[in-house]
Nanobody
Framework: QVQLVESGGGLVQPGGSLRLSCAAS?????MGWYRQALGRERELVAT???????NYVDSVRGRFTISTDKAKNTVYLQMNNLKPEDTALYYC?????????????WGQGTQVTVST
């Protein structure tokens, strides 16, 4: 199991920025950020492969950037120009395979609230 601990959430005004961090026990596989707004299903925000290839949901492309610091086993989500609709609980995810079995591990989440 991969241990994941998120941090960096908080309250920010529209147009502001936050950087989320996910400290992982390992990060040499597909890592991602997901979010779940109140009353809605969890959705993918961004992913990054070990080779550094990134993918974003359309609603955040151009505003959010996912990156990794392999030396620190930490995954970041830089969020700029935040909007009220970005308000959600943000989760870090590790997606990996062991002996032919796929695993998905999750952190506990960090709350992001965008409001005046």
């Amino acid at each position: 199991q991969v241990q994941l601990v998120e941090s960096g959430g908080g309250l920010v005004q529209p147009g502001g920025s936050l950087r989320l961090s996910c400290a992982a026990s390992r990060s040499d596989f597909l890592m991602g950020w997901y979010r779940q707004a109140l009353g809605r299903e969890r959705e993918l925000v961004a992913t990054i492969t070990p080779a550094g290839r990134t993918n974003y949901v359309d609603s955040v492309r151009g505003r959010f950037t996912i990156s990794t610091d392999k030396a620190k086993n930490t995954v970041y989500l830089q969020m700029n120009n935040l909007k009220p609709e970005d308000t959600a609980l943000y989760y870090c995810n590790a997606d990996y395979w062991v002996a032919g079995t796929n695993y998905n591990d999750w952190g506990q989440g960090t709350q992001v609230t965008v409001s005046t």
